[in-house]
């Protein structure tokens, strides 16, 4: 089982195009549902309605207290802007 959130940023010609957001979840669990909960954030979901991950979009545009909002309507703790700092400095 993956237990800590991570951030994947996807970049070409040096700038941030899209992210995503890994929420913890079991080996092979995948995405069946997604739902857009913010402009530029996606929530996709296990099958069940487990959240599995946090698609971000617009990673220029990425409003941090958005994302906190969209992370504890879901049940998981708050990032700081150091947790996202690659799409800050994007």
């Known amino acids: 089982m993956m237990k800590t959130p991570y951030l994947e940023v996807t970049y070409r010609r040096g700038r941030a195009i899209a992210a995503y957001y890994y929420l913890p979840r079991r080996p092979?669990?995948?995405?069946?549902?997604?739902?857009?909960?913010?402009?530029?954030?996606?929530?996709?979901?296990?099958?069940?309605?487990?959240?599995?991950?946090?698609?971000?979009?617009?990673?220029?545009?990425?409003s941090v207290a958005a994302f906190n909002r969209v992370l504890r309507e879901l049940g998981f703790p708050s990032v700081t802007r150091e947790d996202v700092a690659p799409l800050i400095a994007a």
């Open 28 to 62: 092979g669990q995948q995405s069946v549902r997604t739902r857009r909960v913010e402009a530029g954030l996606l929530v996709d979901y296990a099958r069940g309605g487990r959240p599995i991950g946090v698609e971000i979009t617009t990673p220029g545009a990425l």
